[in-house]
T-cell receptor, first 110, second 116 residues
Framework: DQQVKQNSPSLSVQEGRISILNCDYT??????FLWYKKYPAEGPTFLIS?????DKNEDGRFTVFLNKSAKHLSLHIVPSQPGDSAVYFC?????????FGEGTQLTVNP | DVKVTQSSRYLVKRTGEKVFLECVQD?????MFWYRQDPGLGLRLIYF???????EKGDIPEGYSVSREKKERFSLILESASTNQTSMYLC???????????????FGPGTRLTVL
């Protein structure tokens, strides 16, 4: 069963606008959540994370929101830039092992 | 700068061949992981290891085995390669750490394996 789901396989936005990527999870034991970014032919790189004791974490243009009651997290990118075009994976954990979503391909158009 | 390296970026093998994928990390991490990435399926965990000579099955271990003889090296073995093992293989490592912030995994560049 898919414990972490990203329901949107792709998202297209204009440069300068906001990108919102969504992720849902089912396992209430997850206590830490991460977002990774992946360019073609490269390994994923860590972007931002959030602990379950928080509901928001911000790092520059990137903000992650966590709604524990809805088991939902989202990544906001403002303003979006063409270099942000990549596949974004959300991941969740309650220990050392990460469970990943399917990924969302973000395309930022100039 | 932290580094995870994988022995090959691209590999082409024939059905039935034994395939070795090597991964080395220089961060003195205890944990190492092997994933495969397929379109629409995300990253799926094949095997992981918490320490030298220790291994645990992930979500899709069938058709694979692993070896961890040294802390810095984690090998993935396809005993008899099949076409459905054509995929992008990603290695990652992380520290043990008891804090949630230590859950970050560092990934290698990946090996694109094609089995003909």
């Amino acid at each position: 069963d898919q414990q972490v789901k990203q329901n949107s396989p792709s998202l297209s936005v204009q440069e300068g606008r906001i990108s919102i990527l969504n992720c849902d999870y089912t396992n209430s034991m997850f206590d830490y959540f991460l977002w990774y970014k992946k360019y073609p032919a490269e390994g994923p790189t860590f972007l931002i994370s959030i602990s379950s004791i928080k509901d928001k974490n911000e790092d520059g243009r990137f903000t992650v929101f966590l709604n524990k009651s809805a088991k939902h997290l989202s990544l906001h990118i403002v303003p979006s830039q063409p270099g942000d075009s990549a596949v974004y994976f959300c991941a969740a954990t309650s220990g050392s092992r990460l469970t990943f979503g399917e990924g969302t391909q973000l395309t930022v158009n100039p | 700068d932290v580094k995870v390296t994988q022995s090959s970026r691209y590999l082409v093998k024939r059905t039935g061949e034994k395939v070795f994928l090597e991964c080395v990390q220089d961060m003195d991490h205890e944990n190492m992981f092997w994933y495969r990435q397929d379109p629409g399926l995300g990253l799926r965990l094949i095997y992981f290891s918490y320490d030298v000579k220790m291994k645990e099955k992930g979500d899709i271990p069938e058709g694979y085995s692993v070896s961890r003889e040294k802390k810095e090296r984690f090998s993935l073995i396809l005993e008899s390669a099949s076409t459905n093992q054509t995929s992008m293989y990603l290695c990652a490592s992380s520290s043990h750490g008891g804090l949630a912030g230590d859950n970050e995994q560092f990934f290698g560049p990946g090996t694109r394996l094609t089995v003909l």
